[in-house]
Structure formats: structure tokens, C-alpha cells
């Protein structure tokens, strides 16, 4: 009997979506003792778990045959109704994911082939290049920093092209951490429309701002301005919790049509018994929950900026997020962020190194921390492993 | 400002995932006052919602950080092991996914791409139809019926084309509820092996069994006889409760590595509090479970089929099945099912036409008519209104 030959019955798309060597370095984080800047995950201690138990039981005991039925592809119509009362929207125009990240997906189903222009960030976020690499488009991207991306190689790039979508962070960016001044949304937002060009907006960060107040986001000042061309994404990931994996997706309706139909063949529908309980869960206290996780999250920043100031070298620069849950780090031009990697796990601390974050290569000399999971002792106790590991690579005159 | 042209940006893959007619056709069987057989929706009545209140509260008050937290792509590892020692596989060889139709749908992903075969069934099920259609693979088809596939065709298409996986649903198949026999599945197995091609099975009905006991699947048989080209598909759908979305797939580890690559950027992983919730509930009386619902779909085929026996006029043909939730219905030649959908609302009662289950046309005269939801009272209802809008439709030498 002969073996089967699976590469040989791998069609294209199997061989866009290689394994990152990103996740193979990142199964090192795991090692016992290692104190983890590298993940993405929410800060434990502020997931609801006793109003989950709560509601979970409430709701299957009394709604079990709803909560545990097949549901609409659309989601769940009382949580597209609560999704588009607070972002001011029609209900019909909501769609619930499973995670932003099947959003990304979706769109990348919808909007995406072999060859076609996506304009993206660089860097960006490391989800998003993996969904739309799975249908081959060519990434055309534009340098992002601490006010977001630069409008000039924007404009140049909508001048030469036009990509199916520009697909952009501006609040608390991943993984660059930056935050898109008013002037500037107003800005790109001129040269959206000018060129006709759909944006993907993904703002799951969208409540963890440090500031006054949240920024209108694209979205907002798009649609006050008459433009239909943004497309929305955010998640309840960051607020509540993201293993329920509830998130969703706001679109014109000729838009969100397609994405529906894409999403009955990618999985049906959204888990019913998570969508109810994230309703259940948004409906008490949101108001307090939100000033909770803002507070839980600057303090975290904080006690990280403070120790990156007392412990980093000459040559290494970092930037002050103003919301969300990252600090993107600059190495000295020719220090490897993968190298440095390398020396931070032998000193028991981790963190993801930036290149991957780059739809189209560089950024080697860049990184990502994150300062979500941890208290203000490992923060400040992790931060000095970093700096050692630093020591061996710097130049002379950096340090 | 131009309105945005949205049908401009859509790639390739938009057009391939129409709306199908079928899904336009089923909002009228949710009509009030319409007795519908059209849903594969499993009966409620067998959720285990006390069950799963005790255990989800459990879970989120005592282990809450895990089960809110972001979880492995490959999926809850207990869970895994569970699969595992379930089936007699490595729990390495297993991925848990969100819903089969997830399953399908990253195997469209890895396996196909533009004008690559594919062979099913005809009829097959639809949603995997629609999962792979979005790829735009060429479909292969053989006819299937009471006893599976027609051997002598499919060994006529494996003669002329390679097909990159044959997608078959050997036991109480979707919709046309036909049982393989074992010998006939060992003769297909020979084929397969011959030509040294890929199985994908799915086994979503695989304990809905009205007999004495299971038949060996597919990839029993094959890890048997020491042919690893069989991947196994099945689902917590139709034994727990559809509405939590976990199922799962077993490949050997070369072909499971890339269905989990492509699941990390289709929704990163299945919601973990889903598939706690799903161990627990299977680590408690799972066999008594099983044999309870075994005899509810047992009780409700035996209903349908007495009520077709003494209501259905000459010339109308029906499978008597063996297991599963559906009966398969021919109606004489000629006579469209889809016309017969129209009076049948008419009367207030609902099935699925059968034509959409066909991958290249055919079966106008076909339709699926699910037992699952309903009691024999309205089961019997039911049929007496199917027949009145059959009377019109059928010759008058049928009657």
C-alpha cells in the first residue's frame, strides 16, 4: 500500500499559509519561570467570571434551547440590536463573528485573490497578514508609527493603485501602539474618498483608551461625513473576555450580504450560548466594568514606562501608548530583535520580535511588549531581564 | 462623494458564494403555524440543559481564567485526549473545530484551489457543497442511494481523474439517508487504496444508529488495514447540542499541521469555555446519553415512516433509514419539488427541496424531510399536509 503523498494534494492556499516561525519561538515562552511580554492576552483578573457563572446558568437553564440551537448565520438578533444601539447603527448592518479574527477572515473570502492590492500598515497586525495571505493578494504598505500611518506614502500609494481595501488600526495600533490624532483621521479620511477606497477599520482596542475620552473613530467621522465606505471591526475580547470568542463586524448592507453568505460556509454561525451571555454580561455595569479595565490597563503602562526608563540603555527607543495593551520597541539599526530574543529567554524573559508584524520583511531591529498579564513587580522584574539581555548586544557607544 | 461600488472590490471567491435559492426558499418555513421537516436541527427536548447550567458555572467560577482565556489552535487539550482515547487515535491527530462546517471549510482551504477535483456524492450534504464551492474546485459526482455510493461509477472517475479528496458520509447520510454496508465499504476502501487516494469522511451521525450497533467507519476500517489516507470528520452537534459549535477532525500529523495552520487564521481557536463545557458533559453518563438519544430519533423515524406508509400516494419513493434524522424522498419523474415546496406552505408544512444538494444540477424531483424537531402527533399532522399538496401535483395514473 502506498503512503499518501499529502504535499502533493496541497492545492495553492496551503502553501501561503506556512507555519510563522513567530509561533515556533513563541512555544519557548511557555517554559516554566519565563515572564511573558510576548502574548496578546487580556489581563485574567479583570474576566467576569462569577456574572459569567451567573448568567451561563441562568440562561441555560431557562433559554437551553436557544442558547444550545443552531442560530442565524447573522448572529444573535438581541445582541445585533444591543451592538447597533451603542455604536448608533442599524441592527441589520451587524454581524457577529467568531473573533475578530474570523472577520479578517471573511473579508479576506470576500474581497481577496490571487494578486490583488490590500494596503496595510507596516507593521500590523500579525492576524490580519495571516488571514488575507491565504488568498495570495500583493501587500502594498505604508510606514506606521506613534500617530499612525504616514499620509504622504498613503496618498502615493492610492495614486499608483487601488487596493481592494485599506485594512488600519488608528487606536492603540498592534503592534506599533499608535494612536491616529483627529486632525489626521479627518485627513485620511479626505483622501478615502477622494480615491473611492473601502477601509477596514479594526478597533478592538476601542475602550482602552488612558486619556479623557475615546477618539471618533473612522467609522464614525466617515458615516457623519456621507461615506459608506468603512467597513468596522471590533471584539468584546478586550472588555469581557476573548476565549468566548464574540466579536463583530459592521458594514453597508451590499457589504455585509456577502460577508454573511461567506461566513455559513466558514462555520454557520457564532456559538448561541456565548452570544447570550455576552449580552447578559454587557447589559449590568458596563459603564463601571469599562472604567475598570481603563484603569487596570494605564497602571500596567505605566509601571512598564517606568521601568523601561530606568532600565533601558542609550539607542533604544520605545514608544508611550496611550491606550490599549502594547510598547513597540526600535533596537539600534542592525541589532536583531531575533538575536536579542535568543539572549532574553536565557535570562528568563520573553517578548515578540517585530519582524513578522511587516506584511512585506524589515522591522529586524524591532519588537513588541506587552504589559497585559502581568503585575507592576514581574513587569519591573521582567524589564530587567530584558535590559540584560540587551548588555551583550548593544554597541559600545549605545550603551 | 461617490458612492461606493462595492461589487467593484468583491474578488472571485464573492461570486462563488451566492446566495443559494434554498436559503430563501427556508424563511417560509418559519411561518407561524407551519409544521417544518426542512431543518437539520437536532430535538431540543434531548439538550442537557441542567447539565451544562451545573457545569458551565462550575467551570467559569473555578477555572474561569482558563476558560475565558485565549486556548491552543489545536484545540482544550483534555479535550483532545478525550477524542482521543474516544476513537483510538493519538490525541495529537486531533483538532477540535467550530462546528464540522469549520472542518469543511479549512479543508477547502489546504486541499483546494481553482479547477481542482473533488469528488462527493450525489446528493451531498449542502453546507459542505457550499464550503467548497467558495474555493472553486471542479466537482466530481457519483450517485449515492440507500446502500452509499456507486461503486462501479466511482471507480470510473478515479480511473479518468485524481481527485484531491473524495468527501463521503457513509453512515445515515446527509440528505439522501442512505447506510453503507460493511462489505460495500471494504470494497470502497480498495478502490481508495488503489488509487492511492484521500478520504475525507464525515461521521457527524455516527451514534444515531436505530440497529444493534455501529458499522466501522471508514477510517476504521483503513487505520485497520494500515492506510492513512482517511480523515475523519465528526461532531458534539447531534449527541450534546449544536448551539456550542465543537466538533472535531483526525488527520495524520503531516495533514493535521496544515489544518491547524489554517484554522490560526480563520478564528485562532474554538471558544474555550465551549469545549470545557462539552468534556464535562461527556465525562457523565455518556453512555445512557446515547442510548436516549438513539431511541428519540428511533421513536420519530418510526412516526414519520407509518405516517408516510398510510399517507403517500403510488409513484412517491422514500428511504426507510437506519439511522440519522432525515428521510430521502423521490417523487415521480418529472414532478418538480421545488413547485411542490410552494403548495406545501400553502397546507403549512415544510421540507427541503433536494435539487441544491446536487454539486453539478439534477434531483429536481427529490426532497429531505427531517424528523428531528417534532413530536408524532405533529410528525403525523404533517405528513396528512404534505400529501394534500401532492395531490395536485402528481398524474393521474400515480395517484
Redesign the interface.
Known sequence: ???????S??????ER???STI?ELLKLTQRPGILSFA?G??A?EL?P??E???A??????ER????????PTEGYAPLRAFVGAWLGVDPEEVLIT??S??A??LLG?????EG?PVLLEAPSYL?AI??F???GPRFLTVPTGEEGPDLEALREALLRERP??LYLIPSFQNPASGLMPLAKRQKLLELV?EA?V?VVEDDAYRELYFGERRLPSLFELARS?????VIYLSSFSKI??????VAFAVA?K??L??LV??K???????????QMLVLELLKEGLPARLERVRRVYREKAQAMLEALDSAMPQGVRYTRPQGGMFVWMELPEGVSSEELFQKAIAEGVAFVPGGPFFANGGGENTLRLSYATMDRARIQEGVKRLARALESLLPLKAR
Open positions: 500500500m502506498k503512503p499518501v503523498d499529502w504535499s494534494l496541497f492545492g495553492q492556499g496551503a499559509i506556512q507555519a509561533r502574548g492576552l487580556p485574567p474576566f467570571k462569577e459569567a457563572a451567573e451561563a446558568a441562568k440562561l441555560l437553564r437551553g434551547e436557544v442558547a444550545l440551537q443552531y442560530g467568531t473573533g479574527q474570523q479578517l477572515d473570502k470576500v474581497f481577496l485573490e490583488s492576524g495571516q488571514a495571505r491565504a488568498y481592494r481595501f474618498t473611492g473601502v461625513a456621507g461615506y459608506e465606505g469581557l473576555a476573548p476565549g468566548l470568542r453597508p451590499e457589504a450580504k456577502k453568505q461567506a455559513q460556509g466558514v462555520d454557520l454561525h457564532t456559538p448561541t450560548l456565548n
